[in-house]
């Protein structure tokens, strides 16, 4: 079976261009041009992994990402955009990104960071069908859902990759490179930066029981306690 790529782009000739060449690989790609079709699209087609620019007409792609992580909070996305600042970068991460890819690109590296994302998710799907009990929360793995008594909080795909590795090492200390290997899948500085936030964002979501804590062990990583 073909992989689904949604593509958002709205540079006709550049889109085409990745367009036709991701369909000579055997994608199956739907290319979107203004952001306020995007929706639509993503419910019609449900797509294995969302490619979109930043700089759209009518709704921007950090607008997109939220609407799309409002509907599915599964599928991965990868920012393409020509922005360099690191702010920049991290809004897309906030916003729901799993990965970025600066213009220009080559074809091999876009299809390598497909390739790389969906890997990475599929293999925390296949190990994660088990539940997981610390504290007072409930972590539902295939779900991606927190749980907290009768409170549920979506997950996204990488919150819950990165609260798996961590729960896989509850009382214990996990470097980060060992954390940005198994969640990112490489240990540049832009995912560092992105796992920071990630991590800000799990500690916000755990903060209603004080017997949970994740600890910043200064140049290791992680200690993830759990009392």
Same mark, same amino acid.
């Given at each position: @079976?073909?992989v689904?790529?949604?593509?958002?782009?709205d540079?006709p000739?550049?889109?085409?261009?990745?367009?036709?060449?991701?369909?000579?690989?055997?994608?199956? +790609?739907? @290319?979107? %041009?203004?952001?306020? $079709?995007?929706?639509?699209?993503?419910?019609?087609?449900?797509?294995?992994?969302?490619?979109?620019?930043?700089?759209?007409p009518?709704?921007?792609?950090?607008t997109?990402?939220?609407?799309?992580?409002?509907?599915?909070?599964?599928?991965?996305?990868?920012?393409?955009?020509?922005?360099?600042?690191? *702010?920049?970068? $991290?809004?897309?991460f906030?916003?729901?990104?799993?990965?970025y890819?600066?213009?220009p690109?080559?074809?091999?590296? $876009?299809?390598?960071?497909?390739?790389?994302?969906?890997?990475?998710t599929?293999?925390?799907?296949?190990?994660?069908?088990?539940?997981?009990?610390?504290?007072?929360?409930?972590f539902?793995?295939?779900?991606?859902? $927190?749980?907290?008594g009768?409170?549920?909080?979506?997950?996204?795909?990488? *919150?819950a990759?990165?609260?798996?590795?961590?729960?896989?090492?509850?009382?214990?200390?996990?470097?980060?490179?060992?954390?940005?290997?198994?969640?990112?899948?490489?240990?540049?500085f832009?995912?560092?930066?992105?796992?920071?936030?990630?991590?800000?964002?799990?500690?916000?979501?755990?903060? *209603?029981?004080?017997s949970? *804590?994740?600890? %910043?062990?200064?140049? +290791?990583?992680?200690?993830?306690?759990?009392?």
């Amino acid at each position: @079976m073909k992989v689904k790529i949604l593509y958002v782009e709205d540079e006709p000739f550049l889109g085409r261009i990745v367009k036709e060449s991701l369909e000579v690989r055997d994608f199956e +790609v739907c @290319m979107v %041009t203004d952001g306020k $079709l995007v929706l639509s699209a993503l419910l019609e087609m449900k797509p294995d992994i969302c490619v979109l620019d930043i700089m759209l007409p009518n709704l921007d792609g950090y607008t997109v990402a939220k609407n799309i992580r409002k509907h599915n909070a599964f599928t991965p996305i990868i920012f393409v955009t020509a922005k360099t600042q690191t *702010e920049d970068l $991290l809004k897309g991460f906030e916003v729901g990104g799993n990965d970025y890819l600066r213009k220009p690109f080559s074809m091999e590296e $876009l299809i390598v960071r497909v390739n790389n994302l969906l890997q990475l998710t599929q293999k925390t799907a296949s190990n994660t069908k088990e539940n997981v009990l610390f504290g007072q929360f409930e972590f539902v793995p295939q779900r991606y859902e $927190l749980r907290k008594g009768i409170t549920v909080k979506k997950l996204s795909s990488r *919150e819950a990759m990165l609260l798996q590795v961590l729960c896989e090492n509850k009382n214990a200390i996990v470097t980060r490179k060992d954390l940005l290997m198994k969640v990112w899948g490489d240990d540049s500085f832009f995912n560092s930066r992105n796992m920071d936030v990630y991590i800000t964002k799990l500690r916000d979501y755990l903060k *209603e029981d004080s017997s949970i *804590e994740i600890i %910043t062990i200064k140049g +290791v990583g992680y200690h993830f306690a759990v009392g």
